[in-house]
Nanobody, 127 residues
Framework: QVQLVESGGGLVQAGGSLRLSCAASVRTFSSYTMGWFRQAPGKEHEFVAAISWNGGRTYYADSVKGRFTISRDNAKNRMYLQMNSLKSEDTAVYYC????????????????????WGQGTQVTVSS
Protein backbone atom coordinates (compact mmCIF):
# COMPACT_ATOMS: atom_id res chain seq x y z
CA GLN A 1 0.00 0.00 0.00
CA VAL A 2 1.45 3.33 -1.08
CA GLN A 3 0.45 6.44 0.80
CA LEU A 4 1.39 9.96 -0.19
CA VAL A 5 0.86 12.96 2.06
CA GLU A 6 1.38 16.49 0.81
CA SER A 7 2.05 19.43 3.09
CA GLY A 8 3.27 23.01 2.91
CA GLY A 9 0.36 24.63 1.12
CA GLY A 10 -1.22 27.84 2.29
CA LEU A 11 -2.05 31.44 1.49
CA VAL A 12 0.69 33.65 0.10
CA GLN A 13 0.86 36.98 -1.65
CA ALA A 14 1.82 37.22 -5.28
CA GLY A 15 5.59 37.22 -5.62
CA GLY A 16 6.00 35.10 -2.52
CA SER A 17 7.28 31.57 -2.06
CA LEU A 18 6.10 28.25 -0.70
CA ARG A 19 7.74 24.87 -0.37
CA LEU A 20 5.55 21.82 -0.78
CA SER A 21 6.56 18.46 0.61
CA CYS A 22 5.36 14.98 -0.26
CA ALA A 23 5.98 12.19 2.22
CA ALA A 24 5.76 8.71 0.72
CA SER A 25 5.23 5.47 2.59
CA VAL A 26 6.76 3.11 0.08
CA ARG A 27 9.72 0.86 0.78
CA THR A 28 11.46 1.38 -2.54
CA PHE A 29 10.77 5.08 -2.90
CA SER A 30 14.13 5.64 -4.57
CA SER A 31 13.15 3.47 -7.53
CA TYR A 32 10.14 5.50 -8.68
CA THR A 33 9.62 8.58 -10.79
CA MET A 34 7.59 11.19 -8.92
CA GLY A 35 5.51 14.09 -10.12
CA TRP A 36 3.55 17.15 -9.04
CA PHE A 37 0.24 18.05 -10.60
CA ARG A 38 -2.32 20.70 -9.82
CA GLN A 39 -5.96 21.47 -10.39
CA ALA A 40 -7.52 24.89 -10.19
CA PRO A 41 -11.26 25.38 -9.79
CA GLY A 42 -13.02 24.85 -13.08
CA LYS A 43 -9.82 23.77 -14.85
CA GLU A 44 -8.30 20.53 -16.02
CA HIS A 45 -5.78 18.55 -14.02
CA GLU A 46 -2.39 19.98 -15.02
CA PHE A 47 1.17 18.68 -15.00
CA VAL A 48 3.57 20.84 -12.98
CA ALA A 49 6.88 19.00 -12.61
CA ALA A 50 8.41 15.53 -12.48
CA ILE A 51 11.66 14.01 -11.32
CA SER A 52 13.28 10.72 -12.27
CA TRP A 53 13.87 7.96 -9.73
CA ASN A 54 17.46 8.99 -9.13
CA GLY A 55 16.83 12.72 -9.34
CA GLY A 56 18.97 13.02 -12.44
CA ARG A 57 16.25 14.34 -14.71
CA THR A 58 13.61 16.94 -14.06
CA TYR A 59 10.81 18.26 -16.22
CA TYR A 60 8.62 21.31 -15.83
CA ALA A 61 5.51 22.76 -17.35
CA ASP A 62 6.30 25.89 -19.34
CA SER A 63 4.09 27.89 -17.00
CA VAL A 64 6.33 27.20 -13.99
CA LYS A 65 9.76 26.85 -15.61
CA GLY A 66 12.28 29.13 -13.97
CA ARG A 67 10.07 29.66 -10.91
CA PHE A 68 9.52 26.17 -9.48
CA THR A 69 12.12 23.58 -8.54
CA ILE A 70 11.39 19.90 -7.95
CA SER A 71 13.71 17.81 -5.81
CA ARG A 72 13.74 14.62 -3.81
CA ASP A 73 15.48 13.13 -0.81
CA ASN A 74 15.47 9.38 -1.26
CA ALA A 75 16.92 8.81 2.21
CA LYS A 76 13.85 10.51 3.71
CA ASN A 77 11.26 9.22 1.22
CA ARG A 78 10.31 12.79 0.41
CA MET A 79 9.82 14.93 -2.64
CA TYR A 80 9.67 18.71 -2.67
CA LEU A 81 8.42 21.54 -4.83
CA GLN A 82 10.00 24.93 -4.18
CA MET A 83 7.70 27.56 -5.63
CA ASN A 84 9.04 31.10 -6.06
CA SER A 85 7.61 34.21 -7.68
CA LEU A 86 4.12 32.87 -7.20
CA LYS A 87 1.32 34.24 -9.33
CA SER A 88 -2.43 34.24 -8.83
CA GLU A 89 -2.72 31.70 -11.63
CA ASP A 90 -0.72 29.25 -9.51
CA THR A 91 -3.69 28.97 -7.17
CA ALA A 92 -4.76 25.32 -7.15
CA VAL A 93 -4.78 22.10 -5.22
CA TYR A 94 -1.36 20.49 -5.66
CA TYR A 95 -0.99 16.73 -5.77
CA CYS A 96 2.04 14.50 -5.64
CA UNK A 97 2.04 11.25 -7.56
CA UNK A 98 4.13 8.13 -8.04
CA UNK A 99 4.78 6.29 -11.28
CA UNK A 100 4.56 2.68 -10.14
CA UNK A 101 7.06 1.39 -12.73
CA UNK A 102 10.44 1.08 -11.01
CA UNK A 103 13.65 2.38 -12.57
CA UNK A 104 11.84 3.59 -15.66
CA UNK A 105 13.79 5.64 -18.19
CA UNK A 106 10.64 7.52 -19.15
CA UNK A 107 9.54 10.50 -17.07
CA UNK A 108 5.86 11.00 -17.75
CA UNK A 109 4.12 14.34 -17.82
CA UNK A 110 0.65 12.87 -18.18
CA UNK A 111 -1.40 12.15 -15.10
CA UNK A 112 -2.81 8.81 -16.16
CA UNK A 113 0.72 7.37 -16.29
CA UNK A 114 0.96 7.76 -12.52
CA UNK A 115 -0.39 5.07 -10.25
CA UNK A 116 -0.61 6.56 -6.78
CA TRP A 117 -1.80 9.98 -5.67
CA GLY A 118 -1.91 12.03 -2.52
CA GLN A 119 -4.93 13.91 -1.22
CA GLY A 120 -3.58 17.29 -2.24
CA THR A 121 -2.65 20.54 -0.53
CA GLN A 122 -4.26 23.89 -1.29
CA VAL A 123 -2.11 26.74 -2.54
CA THR A 124 -3.76 30.14 -2.74
CA VAL A 125 -1.92 33.13 -4.16
CA SER A 126 -3.51 36.50 -3.52
CA SER A 127 -2.89 39.33 -5.97
Amino acid sequence: QVQLVESGGGLVQAGGSLRLSCAASVRTFSSYTMGWFRQAPGKEHEFVAAISWNGGRTYYADSVKGRFTISRDNAKNRMYLQMNSLKSEDTAVYYCAVDGSPYTNVVHTVGNEYDYWGQGTQVTVSS
